[in-house]
């Protein structure tokens, strides 16, 4: 069993999923261990909502795609310049291509409700890679649309859309800083 080290080291965003079923208890799982997340004053402000009929899939992408396709018209500069290195465009075939789709929803009136739900994700994101899972934590553009098709109350903020399967994309992990440019010890600048 990996130690939560080499979970770390080996996780990275997956964009392309092979068409082979996941069992729903590893997702439930998934679940269980990023509910034990701290929260602000345990408010737990999260809520999740799982995916896989096929036609409610594609219904979401539709939704994704049409916020997409707006927002990749504005963009400029440095993000744009990004998302075409990382040949990344307004079509998000993940949204159906995945077996399950996982949607995670932040109580608006929790106090640091978007800091506790983020929080409990990156847990998910470990827990996910321990059962040999793969997601792309996508954020889309047209939030409100999307809870408003799935008919969530007004007080939720749709956070991210988890499309969950197992991968099919061979690219490498993105590189990381070293512990030398973003960590100081007793004095800032100076390395640990
Ligand atoms: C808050 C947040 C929002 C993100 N939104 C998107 C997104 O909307 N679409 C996408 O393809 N990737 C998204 N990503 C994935 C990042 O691009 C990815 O984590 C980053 O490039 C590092 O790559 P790695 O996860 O493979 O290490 C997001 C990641 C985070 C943490």
């Excluded at 990996?2 to 979970?7: H, K």
């Excluded at 995916?51 to 744009?80: M, N, P, Q, V, Y």
């Excluded at 939720?156 to 197992?166: A, W």
């Excluded at 992990?173 to 640990?192: Q, V």
Aim: net charge positive; aromatic share 10%.
């Amino acid at each position: 069993m990996s130690n939560i080290f080499e979970l770390a080291k080996k996780r990275k965003t997956v964009r392309k999923f092979k068409n082979k079923d996941v069992n729903i208890e590893d997702v439930i799982y998934c679940i269980e261990t990023a509910k034990e997340a701290p929260s602000g004053m345990n408010s737990q402000p999260w809520k999740f909502l799982i995916i896989t009929k096929h036609s409610e899939k594609s219904a979401i992408r539709e939704i994704c795609e049409r916020g997409e396709k707006k927002f990749h018209e504005k963009i400029k500069d440095s993000l744009r310049d990004w998302l075409k290195v990382k040949n990344i465009t307004w079509k998000k075939e993940f949204l159906d291509s995945a077996p399950v789709l996982l949607l995670i929803f932040s109580h608006k009136k929790s106090r640091y409700f978007i800091q506790s739900t983020w929080l409990m994700i990156g847990y998910l994101l470990l827990a996910l890679e321990e059962k040999g899972l793969s997601t792309v934590t996508y954020t889309p553009p047209n939030l409100d649309e999307i809870r408003c098709f799935l008919n969530v109350p007004s007080e939720y903020r749709l956070e991210v859309i988890l499309p969950i399967g197992y991968s099919d994309d061979d690219k490498e992990k993105e590189t990381r800083k070293s512990i030398d440019e973003i960590c100081f010890i007793e004095e800032w600048g100076r390395k640990s």
